[in-house]
C-alpha cells in the first residue's frame, strides 16, 4: 500500500544517507533520505525531458525552415504521448512507481543510443521526430510514477505537503533552465552532441530509479488489479474526476494554462527568429532566464501559502499568467517578449504548486495514478491543439493566435476558478483520514 508506515531499511545503499546525516550531527532520517532519492529522480528525469521538448521543435525549424511542419511536428509527438498517458496509469499502480521509473529510463537510454546511431548513418529530420515521439511517450510514463512518488510524499507530509509539492515544482523549474541551456549548447555544436547528451541523462536517471526500486514505501501489487484496458483505466479515472468537483474545476484550469503554454511553447522560435530577428540560441536564453523567475515565484508561493492558503495563491497566479499572455502577444520587441514568457512561467510556477497540492490532496491514495493519468490526459490534451494551431496560422499572424488564445483563457480561469472557491474546503484543509504520520 501506498501509506505503510516507514521502516529503516537494512541494505547498504539504502543507510548511506543516514550515515551522512549522522556524520553531521543529526540523527538519520529515513523519510528525509527517501525523499531525497525521489528528488534525484524527478530532477534527472525532468532535465532530459526539458531538453527534448524544447528543442526537437527547433530540430525540426531547422531543418524544414518551415512554421507548419514545426507545427505539424508538435501535433505527431504529443498524439502518441496522449495515447501513452491512458494504459500508464494502471501500469504504475501495478508495479510500483519505482520500478516502472526503472523500466522508462533504460528504455530511453536504448531509443537514445538508437537515434544517435541512425543520425551518424545518414538519417536527417525523420529521425528527430521518431526520436521526439519515442522519447516523449517514455516522458510521459515516468512523468505519471514521478508524480505519484510526489503524491505520496506531500500525503505523508499532512498539511506540509504543500513544501513538498513546491520542491518539486523548483526541481521541474530548475529543469526548464538547466535544460534548454543544455540542449542548445549541445545543438549549436551538432545534432549527434544532443542525442549524446541525452542519453548521459537517461543513464543517470536509471542510476537513480536503480536506487529507488526495492523501496519499501510502495512495494509491488500485482495481485491487487483486475486486468485491464487503456479504454476502461481512462473510465475509471474519468469516474473519479466525475464524482469530485473541485478536482474536475482543478484540471480545467490546469488545461488552459497547458494550452497557452503549449500556443508560446511551439511558436517561440517563429516568433523569435521570424519576427523578431534573433538567433535560434535566442530560444534558449528566454525559457533559461523565464525558468529562473518561475524558480523564485516557487519559493515565494510556498511562503504565501503557509500565510494565506492555497485559493488566495493560486487566483494571483492565474490572474498574472493571463496579464502576461496578453503582453506577449502584444510584444514588438525580444526583450519585452522575453519578460512576457518570464512573467507567464513565474506566474504559472505558483499556479502549479497550488494546484499540484490541492490535486493530491483530491485524488485517493488507493489508485491514485490510475486517476492521475486520467486528469494529465485532459490537462495535456490542449498540447495538440496547441501545434495544430500555430500550423494553420501563417507566421505573421503568430501575435494575434497568442492574443486570441489569451482571451479564451481569461473566461476559462473564472469559471475554473469560481467552482474552485465553491469547493475551496475539500483540499485547503487536508484531512487527517488519508494521511500516515511521519516517523
Known amino acids: 500500500m501506498l501509506e ?34 525521489c528528488y534525484v529522480l524527478r530532477a534527472s528525469d525532468g532535465l532530459g ?64 543510443v538508437a537515434a544517435l546511431v541512425c543520425l551518424m548513418a545518414g538519417g536527417g529530420g525523420i529521425v528527430a521526430l521518431l526520436f521526439g515521439v519515442a522519447v516523449g511517450m517514455l516522458a510521459e510514463v515516468s512523468f505519471l510514477a514521478s508524480e505519484s512518488l510526489g503524491a505520496q510524499a506531500s500525503r505523508r507530509a499532512g498539511p506540509q ?27 549549436l555544436l551538432s545534432p549527434a552532441m544532443f542525442l549524446g547528451g541525452i542519453t548521459v541523462v537517461a543513464c543517470v536517471t536509471t542510476t537513480a530509479a536503480w536506487v529507488l526500486r526495492d523501496s519499501p514505501h510502495n512495494p509491488p501489487q500485482a495481485s491487487a488489479f483486475e486486468p485491464f484496458t487503456p479504454v476502461a483505466a481512462v473510465t475509471r479515472g474519468l469516474g473519479t474526476i ?46 533559461s532566464m523565464a525558468a529562473c523567475a518561475a524558480l523564485l515565484a516557487v519559493t515565494a508561493a510556498r511562503r504565501a501559502i503557509d500565510r494565506h492558503g492555497l485559493y488566495p495563491v493560486g487566483l494571483i497566479g492565474a490572474v498574472l499568467m493571463c496579464t502576461a499572455t496578453v503582453t506577449a502577444g502584444l510584444s514588438t520587441s525580444v526583450v519585452e517578449y522575453a519578460a512576457s514568457i518570464a512573467a507567464m512561467m513565474a506566474a504559472e510556477g505558483a499556479l502549479t504548486v497550488v494546484l499540484r497540492t490541492a490535486r493530491a490532496r483530491l485524488i485517493p491514495a488507493d489508485g491514485f495514478a490510475t486517476a492521475l493519468a486520467a486528469s494529465v490526459l485532459l490537462v495535456l490534451a490542449p498540447f495538440p491543439l496547441a501545434g495544430a494551431l500555430v500550423a494553420a496560422a501563417p507566421i505573421t499572424s503568430m501575435s494575434h493566435l497568442v492574443l486570441a488564445v489569451a482571451a479564451v483563457q481569461v473566461v476559462a480561469t473564472v469559471l475554473c476558478f469560481r467552482g474552485l472557491w465553491k469547493h475551496r474546503a475539500d483540499y485547503e484543509h487536508h484531512s487527517p483520514a488519508t494521511n500516515t504520520p511521519t516517523s
Open 49 to 112: 525531458s526539458a531538453a527534448v521538448m524544447y528543442f526537437v521543435p527547433l530540430m525540426i525549424l531547422t531543418l524544414t525552415n518551415s512554421a507548419a511542419w514545426t507545427g505539424i511536428s508538435f501535433v505527431a509527438e504529443w498524439v502518441p504521448r496522449l495515447i501513452t498517458i491512458g494504459s500508464s496509469g494502471p501500469i504504475v499502480d501495478r508495479y510500483s512507481p519505482q520500478a516502472v521509473a526503472l523500466v522508462t529510463s533504460v528504455l530511453r537510454v536504448l531509443v537514445s
Open 161 to 187: 505537503g504543500h513544501h513538498v509539492q513546491s520542491t518539486m515544482t523548483a526541481i521541474d523549474q530548475f529543469a526548464l533552465l538547466v535544460g534548454p541551456l543544455l540542449g542548445g549548447a549541445l545543438l
Open 242 to 287: 466525475r464524482r469530485t468537483p473541485a478536482l474536475a474545476w482543478l484540471v480545467g484550469s490546469l488545461a488552459i494554462g497547458n494550452l497557452v503554454s503549449g500556443v508560446l511553447q511551439v511558436s517561440a522560435p517563429i516568433t523569435v527568429t521570424k519576427q523578431l530577428d534573433h538567433s535560434s540560441a535566442a530560444v534558449g536564453w528566454i525559457w
Open 4 to 37: 505503510h508506515p516507514i521502516t529503516t531499511p537494512n541494505t547498504t545503499h539504502h543507510s548511506l544517507p543516514g550515515r551522512w546525516s549522522a556524520a553531521l550531527g543529526g540523527q538519520p532520517d529515513p523519510e528525509r533520505d527517501w525523499r531525497l532519492r
